[in-house]
């Protein structure tokens, strides 16, 4: 979400939509069945909504109006540099915080660009002192968010970007981005790494995560990947490239590299989902498998209509997924932190998404109190 610099008629315009989106989860909400009284005790209820992308004045004073009080801030800095110093740090959280939010999170300089627009493309394309250096201004980066007292930095790891193949229409003719992968180019190698095996991807990942965690654990800071979107197969590369972080399997092996509870997922439902045949029925064992291990550290509560290698994205209340169900199952395994909304469909009328964002605030928001009554 951009600066939203709004006119008094557009604020009360998406606070209304948020108002539509609790009405509608909590329409959801009658449908799905709180779970039985005879099941364990739930853990104490810690979830709350989040918000991503931006931290500018407009965007705090709006999401402070609709009761987000939790952010992820926008991206600092591309490099090393006086915003990722702990001066520059503290004053961004003191920012966040003059508007009664709390800044729980902040990206690093390693987006989900291609890496043609990597920030640190020498983390990806190099093995020389080139990628050392890169990585040691990362780990700096992770030594003063301790300092500055921010809890979380969130990251990406890939080559490809974000893949997706066109737009289609969705509900009132909401422009929704999707990807069909009989229409995608998945050759030739079309990127600046080249061919790249998954033997090579998973070195280059491992010798990255054996110096930052270290650091991540020592300064008590945790570091949240997100996964390598979407879904892609695994027998056959993309564009030259085995997405090794495009499966759910390789996002097993990711967090099992070390015991370390600084290390983690930015856990994309939606994400997750594109790299299922039946995400409905799959995702909650997914939930619970990472949730078990304590590796779930956010959450991007986005849904899909469709699965593995042909989705369209949407609200999240007219996807494939019982969104509810879902996040009983987050409250069954004891998450604690932000959900929130990622993507959102794009609506010609609402050039800056913040009616769109607003819908999902007011969705999330619903769906956490009907859980909440849970026993």
């Given at each position: 979400m951009n600066d939203l610099s709004m006119k008094r008629s557009e604020f009360l315009s998406s606070a209304g939509i948020a108002a539509l989106g609790l009405l509608g989860a909590k329409a959801v909400s009658a449908q799905t069945p709180a779970p039985s009284n005879t099941s364990a005790p739930?853990?104490?209820?810690?979830?709350y909504v989040g918000h991503q992308h931006d931290h500018s004045s407009g965007t705090l004073t709006l999401l402070s109006a609709l009761g987000v009080k939790n952010i992820c801030s926008g991206l600092p800095a591309r490099r090393m540099g006086e915003e990722w110093s702990v001066d520059g740090l503290g004053r961004l959280r003191k920012h966040v915080e003059s508007f009664g939010i709390t800044l729980d999170a902040v990206p690093l300089p390693m987006s989900s660009s291609p890496v043609a627009q990597a920030e640190y493309p020498e983390i990806f394309l190099d093995k020389s002192t080139a990628r050392d250096k890169a990585i040691d201004e990362i780990c700096q980066m992770i030594r003063n968010a301790g300092k500055a007292g921010i809890p979380l930095l969130k990251y990406n790891f890939t080559y490809l970007g974000v893949v997706r193949t066109g737009k289609a229409y969705g509900r009132g003719g909401a422009?929704?981005?999707n990807f069909i992968y009989s229409r995608a180019k998945p050759h030739p190698a079309?990127?600046?790494?080249g061919d790249m095996s998954a033997e090579e991807n998973w070195a280059r990942i491992e010798y990255f995560l054996s110096r930052v965690i270290p650091v991540a654990t020592e300064c008590k800071v945790k570091l949240a990947l997100h996964p390598n979107d979407p879904g892609l197969p695994q027998d056959r590369p993309y564009q030259g490239i085995y997405a090794v972080l495009s499966s759910v399997e390789g996002l097993k092996r990711f967090v099992n590299t070390s015991p370390s509870p600084y290390h983690g997922l930015n856990f994309c439902q939606g994400t997750i989902c594109e790299m299922l045949k039946n995400p409905n029925q799959e995702i909650g064992d997914i939930i619970r498998y990472f949730g078990s291990l304590g590796k779930i550290f956010n959450v991007h509560f986005r849904n899909i209509k469709g699965g593995f290698l042909n989705f369209q994205?949407?609200?999240p209340d007219e996807g494939d997924v019982?969104?509810?169900?879902?996040?009983?199952v987050y409250r069954e395994i004891g998450y604690s932190g932000m959900i929130m909304p990622d993507h959102v469909p794009s609506i010609e009328s609402d050039t800056q998404r913040a009616r769109a964002f607003s819908f999902c605030f007011g969705y999330i928001q619903a769906l956490?109190?009907?859980?909440?009554?849970d026993v």
């Open positions: 739930l853990a104490p209820f810690k979830m422009q929704d981005p079309m990127t600046q790494a994205e949407c609200f019982d969104m509810v169900a879902a996040l009983r956490l109190q009907v859980i909440k009554q």
